[in-house]
């Protein structure tokens, strides 16, 4: 099993809809957890940290739930630009091993 | 804008040629980080550093090395090249630290194609 694994998606949504991610963890040591936005063929950028209180930037909120390992991203008014692969990241202190791990991202998909 | 740059940012060679892709950044970053990706498939990590004279291997086997002689540089070397290594490669970098100075800054990647 996968340490983060994420709906396969694609998602394939109008403009203005509200469109919710998901993403589950395996190992309760980890301590950050981001969503990062892919563009095609681009490289991945931040869009957000994730807490536990919950967190909003304009049309994107984030939650953080640690007793079920889970994460989610929802995403209102979607635009056409909107349309991505958002990757759930979690960091996991200590250890060996880089400390981001990434899940294998969600397609969005918005259209007019 | 993050400040982290790749060359080339593509390159098509062929088989049994050395080659080296570089990475810089300059936000003075301790952590640098080598990532693999095909195409519409997840990133693998295949080195990174925690800082000068620090490499470590990452998640996924990879014949490439790498370098830290410069806290600014972090270079990628194939010693020689095959097909099976056709991929795009993302450097990026980070503060040490926790909460959001653990952010990744990647740069915009080498497309790699081995013929």
């Known amino acids: 099993r996968k340490e983060v694994e994420q709906d396969p998606g694609p998602f394939n949504v109008p403009e203005g809809a509200t469109v919710a991610f998901n993403c589950t963890y395996s190992?309760?040591?980890?301590?950050?957890f981001f969503w990062y936005r892919q563009d095609c063929r681009k490289e991945p950028k931040l869009l957000m940290s994730v807490y536990s209180s919950g967190n909003e930037d304009g049309r994107f909120t984030a939650q953080l739930n640690r007793a079920s390992q889970y994460i989610s991203l929802l995403i209102r008014d979607s635009k056409l630009s909107d349309s991505a692969t958002y990757l759930c990241?979690?960091?996991?202190?200590?250890?060996?091993?880089?400390?981001?791990?990434f899940g294998k991202g969600t397609k969005l998909s918005v259209k007019p | 804008e993050a400040d982290i740059y790749q060359t080339p940012r593509y390159l098509v060679i062929g088989t049994g040629k050395k080659i080296t892709l570089e990475c810089s950044q300059t936000m003075g970053h301790d952590k640098m980080y080598w990532y693999q990706q095909d195409p519409g498939m997840e990133l693998h990590l295949i080195h990174y550093s925690y800082g000068v004279n620090s490499t470590e291997k990452g998640d996924l086997s990879s014949e490439s090395t790498v370098s830290r002689i410069r806290t600014e540089h972090f270079p990628l070397t194939l010693e020689s090249a095959r097909p099976s290594h056709t991929s795009q490669y993302l450097c990026a970098s980070s503060d040490l630290g926790t909460g959001r100075r653990n952010e990744q800054f990647f740069g915009p990647g080498t497309r790699l194609t081995v013929l």
């Open positions: 990241v979690v960091i996991r202190y200590g250890g060996s091993q880089g400390n981001l791990i």
């Open positions: 190992n309760s040591a980890s301590q950050s």
